[in-house]
């Protein structure tokens, strides 16, 4: 059905008398099942059991002249298009026109990367007045002080040589018991 056109109202009044012959608890399953919900969830949320749910999908599928229930779903969809309403309370939203287009603007096509602008990034513009500095330094310059470099740096190499030796130590009782 095309948004701008409504219904005649002979058509409205023969879906009408055909959703009037569906009992509210068979369109509550339409509703459900419209929403693409499996059985066993239908019948979880409705708080009955699933040979119920089928029982009263078999006889809104008779009373919609449906082959399956598939059918009956697309059927019931139509109904409620036609007579815009629902047990769940929604109706059939039909936008009356098409959506207006909005444009934005395009993109700079000047705006390319270069490497200049990584710069920028690694580090801030702010540390630009003192000349390019490494940010790490400078967070642990003004947290230990210069004096630590001078310390961590004998500090580094023994850890290292102590590591070495463990390494050698370990791979000689390993030829050992090889």
């Not at 009037?20 to 969830?41: A, F, T």
């Not at 749910?53 to 002249?65: C, E, I, Y």
């Not at 026109?97 to 909005?102: E, K, N, Q, S, T």
């Amino acid at each position: 059905m095309a948004p701008d056109m409504l219904p005649d109202p002979q058509t409205q009044a023969q879906a009408q008398a055909q959703l009037d012959r569906l009992s509210p608890k068979e369109r509550e399953v339409l509703d459900q099942l419209l929403l693409h919900k499996p059985l066993k969830l239908i019948a979880h949320d409705l708080g009955i059991t699933l040979s119920a749910v089928d029982q009263r999908l078999k006889s809104a599928r008779t009373k919609l002249n449906a082959a399956d229930r598939n059918a009956a779903a697309r059927t019931y969809a139509a109904l409620l298009a036609t007579c815009r309403e629902s047990t769940c309370g929604f109706e059939a939203v039909v936008r009356p026109g098409p959506a207006p287009l909005v444009r934005t603007p395009e993109p700079p096509a000047a705006a390319t990367f270069t490497l200049r602008d990584s710069g920028t990034i690694i580090v801030p513009p702010s540390l630009y007045g003192n000349g390019p500095a490494g940010a790490v330094s400078e967070v642990l310059d003004e947290r230990f002080g210069r004096l630590w470099r001078i310390l961590a740096i004998p500090a580094l190499a023994v850890a290292i040589a102590m590591l070495a030796l463990a390494l050698m130590a370990m791979a000689q009782m390993l030829g050992e018991l090889l």
